[in-house]
């Protein structure tokens, strides 16, 4: 009989737990207001976190997601990372959301995400302090997208990539367009060339960043998000050095604030943010200049690589992007490199990356927190609650889009198709670089489809959630061509 105790001890633990979570759970669910959108708070302490975070193929909005969205609507309450929330697969009620920034909403990130991004991340601040950080983005970003050195540097960056390619039959497409992304924004940002140890050091960085971004944040010597914590704070100490660096050589040289032509940096973002010191500390430069880089290297990639996934699926769409850019390159001299006015002409290449962002969920949700008791269509969003706009939620909408599953960049030749998603965000936080990654892919594309023929290889991932598939490298079976 003795042996039997520790049985009935378990059993009995186990059914005075159940209990009190039963308890907290029905104390919980008293205490909500009323009004609010239907849905299932889940079991306490998670509430439905794990099926919400369970990776899904990324052209699609995943079953946790259907499975609400069909049982109680497009808005639906739920309990999500430690806070009650509501979810919007709502279009018309995520740009509500977004538009409010500030008046009825506020970004809310978790704790966690604080101690990989740091304090002054373009994602974490708020208020006067985001709306200065974002506008010192928008300006330089502004002025460098059509600048005739940027564009040169980027053809130029796009080709030396491309030609490496020539004698491999086989590429890891998506390490090759990180480093490409990259190295774009270090040229713009700090003036460093890819071909300079620096550049690759950095690239390790980000990428030990990344895993850790998307890993469970338990910050333990030797876990993904603890070394992610580390690659910050080599990529901050990086830039801190480069500032100090150039500080000396202006000192030594008696410029004070001057600015000389023949210094490395004179006239890219780090030096003319270093003119505005009496605006921004240094602290704040920093962590916008890491930023910048962070959002141009693993967002840009992504595109760039769902573009060239999609494309091979797509041989209509395959031919009349090449059409457009054969057309582009007959208009130009032997060697030509292309120019602004050429990127204009790119209507249909313009097409293609829109409808890659759409069908390709580079974002999926934001965060963000109802600063006060908001109603819309009925329903109460309380103060306090978190609220989940899933921005990638109206891309795959049957009302919103015709064959919402099909790649047809043609769609985007209806100019009303652009007002039913917001693949870029909204509102006071819409993605500053949006456009400068436009212009780099375009570019990419121009020499890549005239010159290669490439397919998936048969055995890679077919299109699971972007960090799983990326990261087998998106392997392309490559065949050059001979020339334009």
């Not at 000389?260 to 010191?277: E, H």
């Not at 850019?325 to 060697?335: L, M, P």
């Not at 909408?397 to 039913?420: G, Q, V």
């Not at 489809?449 to 960090?467: F, G």
């Amino acid at each position: 009989m003795v042996v039997f105790w520790p049985i009935l001890l378990a059993l009995w633990l186990g059914g005075v737990l159940g209990l009190a979570f039963l308890l907290l759970q029905h104390l919980f669910a008293k205490r909500e207001p009323p009004n609010l959108p239907p849905g299932n708070m889940g079991w306490f302490p998670f509430g439905e976190t794990i099926a919400f975070l369970k990776p899904h193929k990324s052209n699609c909005t995943g079953s946790f997601l259907q499975e609400h969205c069909s049982r109680y609507g497009k808005i639906f309450k739920s309990h999500l990372l430690g806070s009650p929330t509501i979810v919007s697969c709502d279009h018309e009620f995520n740009m509500f959301v977004l538009q409010n920034e500030e008046k009825l909403f506020q970004a809310s990130y978790p704790k966690a995400m604080l101690g990989i991004l740091g304090k002054y991340n373009l994602l974490m601040v708020s208020g006067d302090l985001h709306k200065k950080l974002r506008s010192f983005a928008v300006s330089f970003i502004g002025t460098s997208k059509s600048s005739p050195e940027f564009l040169h540097f980027v053809e130029k960056l796009s080709l030396s990539m491309i030609g490496s390619w020539r004698n491999s039959k086989q590429v890891s497409f998506y390490k090759e367009a990180k480093a490409f992304a990259l190295n774009t924004m270090m040229k713009q940002l700090l003036s460093i060339k890819p071909d300079e140890p620096l550049a690759s050091k950095m690239l390790q960085n980000f990428e030990t960043f990344m895993r850790g971004f998307v890993s469970l944040p338990v910050n333990i010597p030797g876990t993904g998000y603890a070394n992610a914590v580390k690659a910050r704070a080599r990529l901050t100490s990086t830039v801190e050095e480069i500032i100090q660096e150039r500080e000396k050589r202006k000192v030594s040289q008696g410029q004070g604030q001057g600015v000389n032509v023949d210094d490395k940096g004179a006239g890219d973002f780090l030096d003319v943010i270093l003119s505005k010191q009496c605006l921004l500390n240094r602290d704040e430069i920093v962590s916008l200049v890491v930023d910048l880089m962070l959002g141009g290297y693993e967002t840009t990639a992504t595109l760039m690589s769902l573009i060239v996934y999609f494309l091979p699926h797509s041989p209509n769409a395959l031919q009349k992007l090449k059409e457009e850019h054969r057309g582009i390159r007959k208009s130009k001299e032997a060697g030509e490199p292309l120019n602004w006015d050429d990127y204009k002409k790119m209507e249909f290449t313009s097409h293609v990356i829109s409808e890659a962002s759409r069908c390709g969920n580079v974002v999926k949700f934001v965060h963000r927190k109802a600063l006060q008791d908001v109603q819309f269509k009925g329903f109460l969003i309380p103060a306090g609650w978190k609220v989940f706009p899933i921005i990638s939620a109206p891309n795959f909408d049957a009302t919103l889009h015709e064959n919402p599953f099909e790649f047809n960049p043609w769609r985007w030749f209806d100019e009303t198709t652009s007002k039913k998603l917001a693949p870029f965000g909204g509102g006071p936080r819409l993605c500053p670089g949006a456009e400068l990654a436009k212009v780099e892919i375009a570019y990419f594309l121009h020499h890549f489809v005239l010159n290669y023929r490439w397919k998936i290889k048969a055995d890679d991932c077919p299109l699971a959630h972007p960090y799983v598939l990326f990261r087998r490298g998106l392997q392309l079976e490559m065949t050059a061509l001979h020339g334009y």
